[in-house]
């Protein structure tokens, strides 16, 4: 085992910078004043999220009152569904997402087949695509609300949000009622451009800890205007749609890292291309039975997912973990429950290939000494995974 562990499932999450963490300090020591107080210690605090909350809008092409600040990308995308929902139901009971989306956008529509929604789980093609004019079909009288992922978390597929939102405004024209739209952009943001107006959306979902913040903490990007029945109600907090206490050490450790993660971005991507297309070069040349799950090149460009045949994905990662390399099999739910990902059967893998996954996700302070290890130590780890009959799949 190497004495220091390579870490290559930053899209799990991500290592929170130094810089960061500084930023944070004096919100969790000195200055620990509730924004809502009039005293000093308050005024402070109110100025560092008033502060935080126009440097992360001028990045994001969003209006300081368009962001709701949230505890991750989990509330974000439950407030996006079931708000938004819930608001718009005197129009309509129909909802549209896609079958690839992340677990809080799936079980928060399944959530509200409970009060009376209809729900068009929509297919996608063998790289993770949305047919665009196959969604349009799917639009009825009853249609409010469509979600979206931007970058799925698993096979990192980029989804062309702009072209379709401009598409569901035209449809919704013609039913003559709004249709909200939602994409959750947390696997975007921090490393592929997202402007949130240049995108058109109406609901935009972000978590800090893809993008080298805090655990945590997220925001809902919240079109001007759009309905909206909060959540969370109680001390009227972010404009009423949030209510809590704000976490103010979280709220600027994300501003920071959103900032940060903006500096020589195009670089930072260029690197973790060169990086990622490396592996799976590497990885297709080296392992016989192994395929690449996505596309080639519209992926997130820290993004690799393999399946591979005849072995289980398991051994592989625990075998990785042994040797000082973490990686993951896809989302973390389902690596938990070792159940085959929705996202690789979506796809159309086998059971057996949506069980073997294997998911490498880059940072920038990735090596190419580190991906050189990695490809040396995974074939052999499957060598030997194949050489042992109980570990091979039946
Ligand atoms: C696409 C996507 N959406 C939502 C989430 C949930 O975000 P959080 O961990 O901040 O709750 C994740 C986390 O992996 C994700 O990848």
Redesign the pocket.
């Known amino acids: 085992m190497k004495n220091e562990q390579i870490y290559l499932d930053h ?3 991500t290592p929170l910078r130094k810089e960061v963490l500084d930023s944070m300090m004096p919100f969790l020591e000195t200055d620990f004043g509730n924004p809502s107080a009039l005293y000093q210690q308050g005024q402070i605090a109110r100025k560092a999220v008033d502060e935080s909350r126009e440097l992360m809008g001028g990045i994001l092409g969003a209006r300081v009152g368009e962001i709701v600040i949230t ?7 439950n407030a996006a569904i079931k708000s938004s929902a819930l608001a718009m139901r005197n129009f309509g009971n129909h909802i549209i997402t896609s079958q690839i989306e ?1 677990e ?2 799936l079980n928060s529509c399944e959530q509200l087949i409970d009060f009376g929604f209809d729900i068009t789980f929509l297919p996608v093609d063998c790289q993770g695509f949305i047919n665009t004019e196959d969604l349009i079909k799917e639009i009825r009288s009853e249609t409010v609300l469509i979600s979206l ?1 931007m ?3 698993e096979i990192g597929t980029i989804q062309p949000i702009k072209d379709i939102s401009q598409k569901i405004k035209l449809e919704s024209q013609k039913i003559g009622h709004q249709i909200i739209f939602h994409t ?1 952009a ?2 975007c943001v921090g490393s592929l451009d997202v402007d949130f107006r240049d995108l058109e959306v109406d609901l935009l ?1 972000l ?1 800090a ?2 993008f080298q913040g805090p ?1 945590g903490v ?1 925001a809902l990007l919240i079109k001007r205007n759009t309905p909206f029945l909060p959540l969370m109600t109680g001390g009227g907090q972010e404009r009423d749609r949030r209510s809590g206490t704000e976490n103010v050490a979280g709220i600027v450790g994300m501003a920071k890292a959103l900032q940060l993660s903006n500096v020589n971005k195009d670089l930072v991507n260029k690197n973790l291309i060169v990086l990622r297309d490396r592996i799976i070069k590497g990885v297709l040349n080296s392992v016989e039975g192994s395929v690449l799950n996505g596309h080639p090149t519209q992926r997130l460009p820290n993004n690799a997912n393999f399946s591979f045949e005849s072995v289980e994905g398991e051994p592989i990662l625990l075998g990785l973990d042994f040797a000082g390399i973490s990686a993951s099999s896809g ?2 739910c389902s690596a938990s429950v070792n159940k085959p990902s929705h996202v690789l059967l979506a796809i159309g893998r086998s059971n057996e290939l949506a069980q073997s996954a294997l998911r490498v996700t880059l940072g920038p302070s990735n090596t190419e000494e580190e991906v050189e290890y990695f490809l040396k130590t995974l074939p052999e780890i499957i060598n030997k995974l194949k050489s042992m009959p109980s570990l091979q799949k039946s």
């Open positions: 899209a799990a999450t505890s991750g990308g989990t509330e974000s995308d992340h809080a956008v992922m970058a799925n978390n959750d947390v696997q979902s978590s800890h893809k655990r997220g989302s973390a």
